[in-house]
């Protein structure tokens, strides 16, 4: 047996290179977005690092641990370069981007003062809201037309004057907006038909993060999720994906107390520790809290925080481990914190002969920190995705998202660990490299290596 058993030539892709300038449309202007874009900029000048970004940072590695690459990302395949990007978008609200980032507050004044111009220069397009979907928010500079169908055109013209205006080559829009309410899928959503017929008659059921996303795929761009609200998750719009062969991907980035929960919980999994009880709390008191103060919207993030744990623990198989859990979600709107979020997770553990244990996190994350470099990564491979001619679901994208899209007949991946293994496989397969096991038995099989190889092996580690 080898660590490389697998190897797939036959899904091994033609990618087109990152050839001129990639539009990035920002649905909603706000703190994630503003950060993206003054951290790219901020990068892109040498004033500062993008931590957190795989495209930007991480090497993967390639060949046997005897004989090792480690390939940075951004070298194995071919994606576009930060200065390769131009941003344009829509907001709710007239405040340019440098005026939007400093009321989110999230960079100081000193850092945004490096990128004044850049951002100054993106003043958002008068966007696509209706109050019954995000109560708490009053919109000022919004469109209006008759139908769904006329705002969708609206969208369009928007997206075809940036693309002649900029020059741009290709582009993917990332919806950055705020959470809508939950929503249940309906007849309206199962097919682009049914679908069509809504936009024109003005259904309820449609939001208007789904005119934003039909808009974008049917002009062949490609789509992401940021928000758990369900926009892009719905078999119409998938269907017109594929129609179009546009790659998309959701739901709801994967930052703060999220991210340590699909941390944490594969590993009480490995070690078949049980599980009583997981409370999270968190305070926030950016635009993002105000929002999620409302009970609709709420309900929208609150499901897509749930379904983790259930689908990492498998309390359907291990029922004496985790068949009983109680899981409790809060989020509290607290305005002097802006986005300095603060999250507490109490875990009431059950170790050898049902003794309890309890583990106590208490995050003091930057959501838009957090979230700005998944933003850029999605971005930069969602455009590689199309590039190397992937439509519909980019299941290996998993990995960005609290509440991971996933065919209909597929439960999704939510352990952070499974899904960076199936980010870098793919990445490895789409270039025709062998995908890596990590089994290792077969260092162990026949010779034992000589003194000298096994201490060059040693020191080049794995990865
Ligand atoms: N910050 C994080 O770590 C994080 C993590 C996961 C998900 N998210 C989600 O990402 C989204 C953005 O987060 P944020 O912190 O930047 O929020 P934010 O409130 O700072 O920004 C959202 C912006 O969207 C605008 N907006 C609302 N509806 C719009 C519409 N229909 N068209 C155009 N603009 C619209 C708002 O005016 C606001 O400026 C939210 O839905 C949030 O739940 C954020």
New binding site residues.
Partial sequence: MSDQTSFYPELAKDIAPARGRLGVLL???????TTLVAGVHLIAKGLARPFGSLTQMQRIRLGKRTNPRFVPVHELVPLAKLTDLVFGG????PDNAYE?ARA?GVLTAEMLENVKEELSAIEPWP???DRSY?RR?E?THVKSAPTKRHLADLLIEDIEGFRSAQRVDRAVMLW????EVYLQPSATHQTLAAFEKGLEKNAPEIT??MIYAYAAISQGIPFGN???NLCVDIPALIELAHEKKVPVAGK??K??QTLMKTIVAPGLKARMLGLEGWFSTNILG???GE??DDPGSFRS?EVSKASVLDAILQPEIYEELYGRYFHKIRIEYYPPRGDAKEGWDNIDIVGWLGQPMQIKINFLCR??I??APVALDLILFLDLAQRAGLAGIQEWLSFYF?SPMSRADLKPEHDLFIQHLKLTNTLRILVGEEVLDHSGLDYYEGEAPAAEEELDRRKSGTE
Avoid: Q, Y
Avoid at 27 to 33: D, E, F, T, Y
Avoid at 90 to 93: K, N, Q, S, V, Y
């Fill in positions: 649905p909603g202007i706000g703190a994630v977005s829509w907001d709710i609200f939007a989110a966007g696509v809201f995000v928010l919109g950055c907006g705020s959470t208007p993060s940021g928000a758990p709801d980035f930052t703060g950016n635009r993002d929002v999620l993030k959501d838009s957090l979230a609290k």
